[in-house]
């Protein structure tokens, strides 16, 4: 694995005498390590100088559930950043001095296999699909398989042992067993299919930490608690009146509470088997553990995010007041004013991520951009359109071929063409349909668009295309929406959005006039529900967001704007927003919110504008006062 044969005493007296100041610095920090761990010169002139035999017996990794390096950081009084420092620096010079850095750099330039999934996964997670926490273990997979000159077609479960060898740690093989989990719930995204191993690899331990069970009187008790707590809150005397919040904040208040005791066990801080109560976990001590805890582990694959933990600490205190069981709220309440990570957390709720910022500003930006977002219903359209004239010029009858009865009988190779074609046919013209929704009607949620009805008691889109004026209406009662009991509090309601012609370019009608005679047959659940867009098999009666996140995405990025659903809403706000920064208020009424929310959200175009307006302004100054001489010629 090493390139250069040596000892740890070689390898210091090389960076110290090394030319490159950066080197000769990684040669200090690994002195700094050495002396925490109480090593002499003999000790140095036997320990080979590689990267594993550094990891295992000179300067572990800095994990904070590695109670022995806590406990010898404790006693030496070295702060775990420093320690950290002094970690990666030794790493550092030790990869240097084997060669195993410039290979590293050498393998990471590779146009292979592993080049051309990650090009493709990078659009899913910027698409919102996968969670960008899943590049760190992929990257890890990526580099190990490439040591062994094994390219992501040829992964084969043969290779678990050779994979295994060659990571330095427990942790580092934790990380790859993570990754190949990875590789297979890849599997989902069809177009990734000709990019990943041919079989999946099969069932591997990936767990990066475990699982506690709860037992059944705790998990009671803190039902009984969310019965309290997760309420309207009613002045005193009025307890009656008060009525259950939703089930999804129910279950987020649950979810915050058992996620705090599962941890607070993991930490060694009771058997709950053995307790009486949940209460006593919670006390000062246990919950700055939890916290600390939580906080130390967010950015890894499966851990909580910022914005999470301080959803969590708000929910635990809230409980924790409303059922009078602890006199921790007070204290928590203190924590949340002072801790940094709790206040990142709650700023990450209360305005656009980066992420998101970053695609608003990429849209608004480019003219070309505008026009593939604001008319791409019309290429969904065409595309939806051209997989029915296929179908019908190879002979298929599409109708009768959503049966499986009737696709198995035909030749394999038939088959596999009707199958692909009658994907796309579906896949483009949903996509036609909802984008006509969302760009021709209102930007709605992805649950609101997804579940509009078309007969029935809970009727919510009404078809008046044979009319004289053709149009569809949209009515979505306050009850389906997620902000909807707060608009019933302010006594609103969204108004009835029509969908219709006012210029020829407004093509709406005719793709939902065409969604409904064409494409919404072509599902096995067309006939068992009321859904506009019905199941793609026969077990369930809606179309399931899993296989609309996953054809949006695959139908986006093939126009060359990888979008999620909820790019909808921030791309039309966006480019309203951008043209005119006064339209916020009626946005507002389309979109069921309030303007100083929007005027929050969306403050990063603001910040735009004004650069730009300050640079025009500087220009024409600059102009105003060039003497003649200074003119261009």
């Known amino acids: 694995m090493d390139q250069r044969p040596g000892t740890i ?29 109480g090593l002499n010169e003999s000790d140095l002139e036997t320990l080979p100088a590689s990267v594993k035999d550094y990891l295992t017996s000179v300067g572990p990794r800095y994990r904070k559930t590695d109670r022995n390096l806590l406990r010898d950081l404790e006693t030496a009084a070295l702060s775990h950043d420093s320690y950290k420092q002094y970690q990666r620096g030794g790493k550092r010079l030790i ?16 146009s292979d296999g592993w080049f051309d999934l990650e090009e493709r996964l990078t659009a899913l997670v910027d698409a919102g699909l996968e969670p960008h926490q899943s590049f760190a273990s992929f990257t890890r997979l990526k580099d190990n398989c490439r040591k062994l000159e094994i390219d992501v077609r040829d992964l084969h479960p043969d290779y678990t042992e050779q994979l295994k060898e060659v990571c330095y740690t427990q942790n580092e093989w934790s990380s790859v067993k993570k990754a190949i989990g990875f590789l297979d719930r890849l599997r989902q995204h069809r177009i990734l299919l000709d990019f990943l191993p041919p079989k999946a690899f099969g069932a591997i331990d990936q767990r990066w930490r475990r699982h506690f069970a709860i037992p059944d009187q705790i998990s009671g008790e803190i039902n009984n608690w969310v019965d309290i707590a997760a309420r309207t809150q009613v002045p005193k005397g009025y307890e009656k009146h008060s009525r259950p919040l939703s089930k999804k904040s129910r279950d987020a208040y649950r979810a915050a509470l058992r996620n705090y005791v599962s941890t607070a066990q993991e930490l060694g801080e009771g058997d709950l088997s053995y307790l009486d109560t949940a209460e006593e976990l919670f006390t000062k001590e246990i919950f700055d553990d939890v916290l600390e805890y939580w906080i130390a582990l967010s950015g890894q694959p499966g851990s909580l995010s910022f914005r999470s933990i301080s959803s969590y600490v708000s929910k635990i205190r809230l409980t924790l007041t409303r059922t009078g069981r602890s006199a921790l709220p007070e204290y928590i309440l203190g924590v949340e004013k002072v801790n940094s990570a709790l206040e990142e957390g709650r700023n990450a709720g209360e305005r656009m991520s980066p992420k998101v910022e970053k695609w608003c500003t990429s849209l608004v930006v480019d003219d070309n951009k505008i026009e593939t977002f604001e008319t791409q219903h019309h290429v969904y359209f065409k595309k939806a359109k051209a997989a029915l004239r296929e179908a019908k010029r190879e002979g298929f009858r599409l109708q009768e071929l959503i049966q499986p009865e009737a696709m198995r009988k035909l030749p394999d190779t038939k088959r596999r063409r009707a199958r692909k074609i009658l994907r796309r046919a579906k896949l483009f013209g949903t996509l036609a349909a909802y984008a006509a929704i969302e760009l021709e009607g209102a930007p709605f949620r992805k649950t609101n668009t997804l579940n509009l009805e078309i007969r029935g008691k809970d009727r919510t889109l009404f078809d008046h295309s044979t009319s004289t004026d053709p149009f569809f ?11 909807g009991e707060y608009l019933t509090q302010r006594g609103e309601e969204l108004p009835p959005i029509q969908i219709r012609s006012h210029v020829a370019q407004d093509l709406g009608v005719d793709i939902l006039s065409f969604f409904l005679r064409e494409i919404r047959p072509l599902f096995l659940g067309a006939n068992r529900g009321n859904k506009l867009f019905p199941a ?21 990025t093939e126009l060359g704007i990888p979008m999620t659903s909820h790019n909808f809403r921030h791309g039309y706000v966006s480019i309203q927003y951008n043209d005119d920064p006064n339209c916020l208020s009626d946005v507002a009424i389309i979109l069921g919110d309030k303007v100083d929310t929007l005027r929050k959200y969306y403050a990063f175009l603001d910040k735009r504008r004004t650069v730009q307006t300050l640079q025009r302004d500087i220009s024409k100054r600059r102009a105003a006062r060039r003497v003649p001489e200074m003119q261009p010629v």
Request: proline share 3%; glycine share 4%; aromatic share 8%.
């Open 473 to 483: 209406e949209i009515q979505i009662p306050n009850k389906f929406l997620k902000n």
């Open 536 to 556: 793609n098999h026969r077990k369930t009666n809606a179309l399931s967001t899993k296989t609309f996140d996953l054809w949006l995405m695959e139908g986006s």
């Open 9 to 37: 005493a070689e390898c210091l007296d090389w960076g110290e005498a090394h030319m490159n100041p950066k080197i000769r610095n990684d040669a200090k920090l690994c002195r700094h390590i050495i002396a925490f761990r």
């Open 95 to 110: 990869e240097a001095f084997t060669g195993e850095a410039d290979k590293r750099k050498e393998r990471a330039s590779r």
